[in-house]
């Protein structure tokens, strides 16, 4: 966010802000179409392409949310958040080992992260191997 200057960080302050009241009255439908038009002024900002994934994977839009994760996952510094929902989406899709492998990478982020650590106990009840 620190390329937008003046009108452009404003309009983009402006949508997060109203995306921020729809979710606060639990709205999602209403706040993610906002999202993305914040996401048309920063396309590469990692910690939102993470979190409209995550909305996309509680509503069940895998397809969405995954485009979202892989965006945020490729930034040059991934957020732990995009590295835990994409681990939520193999694993809801049928690929724990691949979320294992992606909460592996993640525990180098933050290797004491609780979320991180309770998701891989999980998986590793789920691929019976404790």
Known sequence: ???????????????ISRAEDCLFSLDSRAAVPILEDALSLDPAN?????FVG??????????????????????????????????????????PDKALHLLQKAGGKD??????????AFIQGVRHRW
């Open 1 to 15: 966010m620190e390329a937008f200057s003046g009108r452009s960080r404003q309009r983009f302050e402006d949508r």
């Open 46 to 50: 990692a910690p939102l392409n993470a």
């Open 54 to 95: 995550q909305i996309y994977l509680s509503r069940g839009e895998l397809v969405l949310a995954r485009r979202h994760m892989e965006r945020a996952l490729s930034s040059p510094a991934p957020p732990l958040s995009a590295f835990l929902a994409m681990a939520l989406l193999e694993l809801r899709s049928g690929n």
């Open 111 to 120: 290797p004491s992260d609780p979320d991180t650590t309770t998701l891989m």
